[in-house]
């Protein structure tokens, strides 16, 4: 069975420091990963993919994430927080060797950056 | 960069009527999905439609919705008569393969009253 925790609920970061927003996932198949941001009243983007390249992947506005497999993670991290950045994020995973083709949301973690 | 759009971006309607959730995904997209948000919560997974056919669904996507693809272009979701706890933000969704990056709209937010 698939499935996706996000660790925090609320993350609360002062501006110009480091963002780390956890995530970890159970797939029985090799996963592909994403994080989609969705600010308030805006539909959801994406931030970054995960699909079986580079375990270390980079998205736009200076978020990475990074694969482990070992660890079954693929957290979310800035090195230098923007007040824009406030927002939801969500960790997603798609399995892609099965024949169903649904992705699978955390819960989401809400993201605060004290000025 | 293409977009998916969704319309309209705010739906209200009384309870027990029927409503019609439109969208039209990126024109070389073959894989269409339907999710929802109710507020507060977690983003669900509503339905997917491939080859002009559902090709998943949620335990949420009862006899009471429906999904059609009427003309290679829209992508409509249907709730025949609508509950309160049917209010949520409904986003579209596509992708051009299996497993791929989703491209989703900006949202319909449905308030049943």
């Known amino acids: 069975a698939q499935s996706v925790t996000q660790l925090d609920s609320h993350v609360s970061v002062s501006e110009g420091t480091p963002v780390l927003l956890r995530c970890n996932y159970s797939?029985?198949?090799?996963?592909?990963l994403f994080w989609y941001v969705q600010h308030p009243n805006k539909g959801l983007q994406l931030l970054l993919k995960?699909?079986?390249?580079?375990?270390l992947v980079k998205g736009i506005n200076g978020f990475e994430a990074e694969f482990k497999k070992s660890e079954t993670s693929f957290h979310l991290t800035k090195p230098s927080a923007h007040m824009s950045d406030a927002a939801e994020y969500f960790c997603?995973?798609?399995?892609?060797?099965?024949?169903?083709?649904?992705?699978?949301f955390g819960t989401g973690t809400s993201l605060t950056v004290i000025p | 960069e293409p977009e998916v759009t969704q319309t309209p971006s705010h739906q209200v309607t009384q309870m027990g009527q029927e409503v019609i959730l439109r969208c039209v995904p990126i024109?070389?997209?073959?894989?269409f999905y339907w999710y929802r948000q109710i507020l507060g919560q977690k983003v669900e997974f509503l339905v997917s439609?491939?080859?002009?056919?559902?090709?998943?669904k949620s335990e949420i996507f009862d006899d009471q919705f429906s999904v059609e693809r009427p003309d290679g272009s829209n992508f409509t979701l249907k709730i025949r008569s609508t509950k309160l706890e049917d209010s949520a933000m409904y986003f579209c969704?596509?992708?051009?393969?299996?497993?791929?990056?989703?491209?989703f709209g900006s949202g319909t937010q449905l308030s049943v009253l």
């Open positions: 969704a596509s992708s051009p393969k299996r497993g791929e990056k989703l491209f």
């Open positions: 797939s029985s198949y090799s996963p592909s």
């Open positions: 995960y699909t079986s390249a580079a375990t």
């Open positions: 997603v995973v798609s399995d892609r060797d099965v024949a169903g083709n649904q992705f699978y």
């Open positions: 024109s070389n997209h073959l894989y």
């Open positions: 439609f491939y080859n002009n056919e559902i090709s998943e």
